[in-house]
C-alpha cells in the first residue's frame, strides 16, 4: 500500500475515535439533567412530630387557612399540628398519619396562599366587630356569663354591653395574644367558648340557688338531683331548681344506689314484675330502681323503706314531674 494511502486511513480513524468519545461524553453528561427531577423529589425531607423549625410555622400557618389549626403559630410540630394534618390526609381518603410527605404538602400548597409575615408572626389584626358597646341581648348575655366563668367579669350578667363588660373583653384578649380592642370578634368569640361551657339559665339571669347548694353535677342540663341526706329529690333545669319533692330510699339489704344516672325508660302505669306492687309514674334510672310515686311512702311516711326505688309521697307532683322528664336526662343520687 502507499504510504500517503495509509497516511489518509490513519486519519480518519483518529477522527473516528474522537467523535466517538465525544459523542460519549455528550451523553454521560446529559443523563444526570434527565434525572433531575427524580432527584428533586427525593430531596424532599417529611415534616413529621417532633419537628421544630422554620417550615413548621409555615406548615401551621396554612392549616389554619383550612382551619386545622389555630391562629398562633409555634416552631414545634405538636399534637394539634399532627391533627391537622392526619384530617387534611383523612379527607383525602389517604393513610392518615399525620406525617408531611410530599404528597400532602403538595396538596396543602395547592389549597392555601403563602402564608404572610404577620401571620407567621403572630401579629394580629382586629376582625369585624359582632358584638362591642351599647350593644344589647342574648349574645351579649352569653358573652357576660362566658366572661363570668373565667373571671374576667364579675357583674351582673345584664345584657348590655356596657363599659365594665368592654373592659373584661380587653383583658381576656389582652392575655391570650388577641388585638385589644374592648370588641368581641370572632377570634375572641371562639376562644371563648373554646375555655368555657354553655351558660346555664341560672347564670344568664341572675337566679340564685334557694335552699342547700346543689352537687355540681347538677347544675348543668336537666337532672333529678336526688339527696339522700336531706330526703329530697330536685328538678333542675340549667342549674334552676324548678321543683323539689320529699322521696324515700332503699333498705340496708336493698339499698338505692348512688352515683351519676339517665332516665332509660318511662312508664305511667307501671307494676312491679318482681314485687307485685304499683309503680306509677316509674323513670327507671338503674337497672329496676325507679322515681315513683309511692301509695305506701303518701300512707305510712319513712316509717318504711322501697326496694331501692326513690318513692315519691306527692302525687300531683310525681305526675307533673312524669310529664316533664325526658327519656336521656340526668339523675343523680349522693349524700349531701
Not at 45 to 70: A, E, I, K, N
Not at 254 to 273: I, M, Q
Amino acid at each position: 500500500m502507499p504510504r500517503h494511502t495509509t497516511s489518509r486511513a490513519s486519519a480518519l480513524l483518529l477522527a473516528l475515535v474522537c467523535t466517538t468519545a465525544a459523542l460519549g461524553t455528550i451523553t454521560t453528561t446529559a443523563t444526570p439533567a434527565a434525572a433531575s427531577p427524580t432527584s428533586a423529589r427525593a430531596d424532599f425531607t417529611p415534616m413529621r412530630p417532633g419537628d421544630t423549625g422554620w417550615r413548621v410555622r409555615v406548615l401551621q400557618s396554612r392549616l389554619h387557612q383550612l382551619d386545622l389549626h389555630s391562629e398562633v403559630v409555634t416552631n414545634r410540630f405538636d399534637a394539634e399540628t399532627r391533627t391537622g394534618v392526619a384530617t387534611l390526609q383523612r379527607r383525602r381518603g389517604w393513610s392518615a398519619d399525620g406525617v408531611v410527605d410530599e404528597r400532602t404538602w403538595l396538596k396543602l400548597v395547592s389549597l392555601t396562599t403563602e402564608p404572610t409575615a404577620d401571620a407567621l408572626h403572630n401579629v394580629y389584626t382586629p376582625g369585624r366587630p359582632l358584638l362591642q358597646r351599647g350593644d344589647t341581648g342574648m349574645w351579649v348575655r352569653q358573652v357576660q356569663a362566658r366572661l363570668k366563668q373565667v373571671r374576667w367579669y364579675d357583674g351582673r350578667v345584664t345584657g348590655r354591653y356596657a363599659a365594665s363588660t368592654v373592659e373584661a373583653v380587653r383583658g381576656f384578649q389582652g392575655k391570650r395574644r388577641i388585638p385589644v380592642t374592648g370588641q368581641v370578634d370572632r377570634r375572641t368569640l371562639v376562644r371563648l367558648k373554646e375555655m368555657t361551657r354553655e351558660p346555664t339559665r341560672a347564670e344568664l339571669f341572675n337566679i340564685v340557688p334557694q335552699g342547700p347548694a346543689l352537687d355540681p353535677r347538677c347544675t348543668t342540663g336537666r337532672a333529678m338531683c336526688v339527696d339522700k341526706t336531706l330526703r329530697s329529690l330536685r328538678w333542675v333545669v340549667d342549674g334552676v331548681v324548678l321543683k323539689t319533692v320529699e322521696v324515700r330510699f332503699g333498705s340496708d339489704e336493698l339499698p338505692t344506689r348512688e352515683g351519676a344516672f339517665s332516665v332509660y325508660r318511662k312508664s305511667r302505669d307501671h307494676v312491679s314484675n318482681l314485687y307485685g306492687t304499683s309503680m306509677p309514674f316509674a323513670m327507671f334510672f338503674s337497672g329496676g330502681q325507679a322515681v315513683h310515686y309511692s301509695p305506701d311512702f303518701a300512707a305510712n311516711g319513712y316509717a318504711g323503706a322501697s326496694h331501692g326505688c326513690v318513692n315519691v309521697r306527692d302525687r300531683v307532683a310525681v305526675e307533673w314531674l312524669f310529664d316533664q322528664v325526658r327519656v336521656g336526662d340526668e339523675v343523680i343520687v349522693y349524700r349531701s
